[in-house]
Each structure stands twice: as C-alpha cells, then as structure tokens.
T-cell receptor
Framework: AQTVTQSQPEMSVQEAETVTLSCTYDTSESDYYLFWYKQPPSRQMILVIR??????QNATENRFSVNFQKAAKSFSLKISDSQLGDAAMYFCAYSGGGGADGLTFGKGTHLIIQP | DTGVSQDPRHKITKRGQNVTFRCDPI?????LYWYRQTLGQGPEFLTY????????KSRLLSDRFSAERPKGSFSTLEIQRTEQGDSAMYLC????????????FGQGTRLTVV
C-alpha cells in the first residue's frame, strides 16, 4: 500500500518570504501522480499543483513550484513571495497511475503566514 | 456548473440514527470519490465510482456504510446506525478519467454524532 508522509505538522513564514513544505511517499509503482492540495479554514480542498511521475521537469504554477526527486521518493512544495492568503493546511497526495485508486493523503502541514 | 456540490453542509444526529449525504459532481465528470476526514488528519479514501459502477471500496467502509450513484450523476452516502466514531467531515470529489487524476472537491458535509 502506498503511504504519504508529511513530517512538518506546522510551518511559519514571514510574508513575502519563501517556504518549503516536505513530503515523502512510498510506492512500488513506476507510474503515478503527486499533488499538493490546500485546505483553507473554509475546508474546501483546492488543488495547488500536480506532478506526473514520468515527467522529469518539476511542475510550477505561478508562486508555487515542486522539487520532485523520484529516486528519493520526495515531493516538496516551495511557495515563493508568501502571502497572507496562503495560510492554510497543505496536504500532499498520491494517486496510482495503473488503476482507479483514490488519493492517498499525508497528515498535512499547517502553514502560518506572519505579517 | 460551478463545481462539486454537497448537501447538507452540516448534520447533527443522535447515535443509532441513519443519515444520508448527497454529492453532485461537476456535470461532465464520470469519476466520483468519497473521502472521510477527521480532525487533524488528511482525508481517507472511502469509495469510488466510474459512472454508475462502484469500482473500489476501502476497508474503512464498514457494512453500515453504503454508497450509490444510480444514474452516473449524483451520489449518495448512507451511514446506518451511526456511532460517535463516525463524526467527521465527509468529502466528495469528481474527476474525468482522462484528466490525470485532477480531482475537484466539494465543501464537505460535517457530521456530528451525539
């Protein structure tokens, strides 16, 4: 079974600074997808960024980028120029490529933005 | 269609009662997922539909839980004989089967069993 580990229960960053959230995963599959989701206090899960395992190039979405290290099974999220609206729970998630598996989530990292 | 819709947003029920939740996915999405999220945890996968067929169920989905998607559109999740341990946020998500697993989530139904 796949597992996703987020070792940072909480992170704090000053507004406009850069922060990196860590995620590691365990799988025996070679084809899969990795995601970062954001869950603000309103509780709706919002997709931040997605990475296909077969792509070597790291995904980027505006201020959000990932460092995908397939051999190390590591998938960290970098948030540049942090804004107050970035404050939320951030979940790393895995989806197997071969079947119709649902997402396997980590326990989340609570990101605090200091004004 | 503005996204995945879940109803009700909040439900308080007495232990032993049955409850039913509804999820309306994004209209063209053929995949529909149910997750359960307890406080301080990430969502846990419960079950998955492709069109009207329920293709996968987690071991978390005990016999008291049943889900349906009768016409491949909306889905219902029923919990019979609720227990206090069922208190959680129940999340629904939908996606396209060629969408690279790009799932969109609803706002969830928060269940409190008293």
């Amino acid at each position: 079974a796949q597992t996703v580990t987020q070792s940072q229960p909480e992170m704090s960053v000053q507004e406009a600074e850069t922060v990196t959230l860590s995620c590691t995963y365990d799988t025996s599959e070679s084809d899969y997808y990795l995601f970062w989701y954001k869950q603000p206090p309103s509780r709706q899960m919002i997709l931040v960024i997605r990475q296909e395992a077969y792509k070597q190039q790291n995904a980027t979405e505006n201020r959000f980028s990932v460092n995908f290290q397939k051999a190390a099974k590591s998938f960290s999220l970098k948030i540049s120029d942090s804004q107050l609206g970035d404050a939320a729970m951030y979940f790393c998630a895995y989806s197997g490529g071969g079947g119709a598996d649902g997402l396997t989530f980590g326990k989340g990292t609570h990101l605090i933005i200091q004004p | 269609d503005t996204g995945v819709s879940q109803d009700p947003r909040h439900k308080i029920t007495k232990r032993g009662q049955n409850v039913t939740f509804r999820c309306d996915p994004i209209s063209e999405h053929n995949r529909l997922y149910w997750y359960r999220q307890t406080l301080g945890q990430g969502p846990e996968f419960l079950t998955y539909f492709q069109n009207e067929a329920q293709l996968e169920k987690s071991r978390l989905l005990s016999d008291r839980f049943s889900a349906e998607r009768p016409k491949g559109s909306f889905s219902t999740l029923e919990i019979q004989r609720t227990e206090q341990g069922d208190s959680a946020m129940y999340l629904c998500a939908s996606s396209l089967d060629w969408g690279g697993r790009l799932a969109f989530f609803g706002q969830g139904t928060r269940l409190t069993v008293v």
